[in-house]
């Protein structure tokens, strides 16, 4: 079952969560409902792509009026495609959320277990994850493309969340939408990185389909690394709905060949 729907024009919600888990917010915007134009039209929430900064800014006023989650509450980081995981607090609200200057720097995953507070990341193609551990009141999401994929920043949530105290047989996950294997054609080099990884794995994400090019699978990659991390294989959830194929719902760096917008993946506890 496709774990995201669309709950207005602006975005999807992860359903089986939001029902599951009293107070949590969490999903991925699409590209319409905004105020942008050209190749930002319309929802776009990135700010560091050439859109107008006030153009980026009414559009997050739109989705935080839709969520009823204020722009004070947001959370922004700087992305990298590194496996920098970062918790956050009250203390970092607001931080990145209508000024990129004040993003958190150099960090491709938040997590934290406190209330009313708006984990946010952007996206055209890459991997958004979804974490929560319902019994910890702990919550993250993070950025994976192919570089911090094969760098296993999956496994690094994982990791950090057990300092905490939290095992892998206490967090659920949900693989958010992203660029399918058929729109995502890598050279050896790529290939070779996911193999150093996935040695022992039955059933390879990625097949050949010219001399030096490969379909790659990062959903299905990123699936089995959480796998190998310890979480169990049925409280994993993977969407089937692909930021490329999908030009209606969503932008896509490969398709729009660089310029265009950014989705936002949003988690949060509602303040009770
Ligand atoms: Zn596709």
């Known amino acids: 079952m496709e774990p995201f729907v669309r709950d207005n024009q602006s975005y999807l919600t992860i359903e089986p969560w939001m029902q599951q888990f009293p107070g949590l917010v969490a999903g991925f915007t699409t590209k319409t409902g905004g105020v942008s134009h050209g190749e930002f039209a319309s929802l776009n929430l990135g700010f560091h792509v050439g859109d107008q900064v006030t153009d980026v800014c009414a559009n997050r006023l739109i989705v935080a009026k839709e969520l009823d989650f204020p722009l004070n509450r947001w959370v922004g980081a700087e992305q990298i495609h590194d496996i920098v995981v970062k918790k956050v607090t009250k ?125 790659l699978d990062l959903r299905a990659l990123n699936r089995q690394i959480l796998l190998k991390a310890g979480i169990p294989a049925q409280q994993i959830m993977v969407t089937n709905l692909c930021t490329s194929c999908d030009s209606e719902l969503f932008f896509s760096h490969r398709r729009d060949q660089g310029k265009t917008g950014r989705m936002l993946s949003f988690i949060g506890w509602k303040e009770i």
């Not at 990145?96 to 055209?124: M, P, Q, V």
């Open 91 to 215: 203390a970092d609200c607001g931080k990145g959320a209508d000024f990129y200057d004040h993003s958190i720097k150099g960090t491709d995953g938040f997590y934290t277990n406190e209330t009313g507070i708006l984990l946010t990341l952007c996206y055209a193609d890459c991997v958004p994850i979804y974490f929560i551990a319902p019994d910890f009141g702990m919550i993250g999401v993070l950025h994976a493309g192919w570089k911090g994929t094969v760098a296993q920043i999956a496994r690094q949530m994982v990791e950090a969340w057990n300092k905490d105290g939290i095992k892998p047989g206490d967090i659920h996950v949900t693989i958010g939408p992203s660029i399918c294997e058929k729109c995502y054609i890598v050279d050896n080099r790529v290939v070779n990185l996911v193999e150093n990884i996935l040695e022992d794995v039955d059933g390879k994400p990625y097949n050949l389909i010219n001399d030096g090019q490969y379909s």
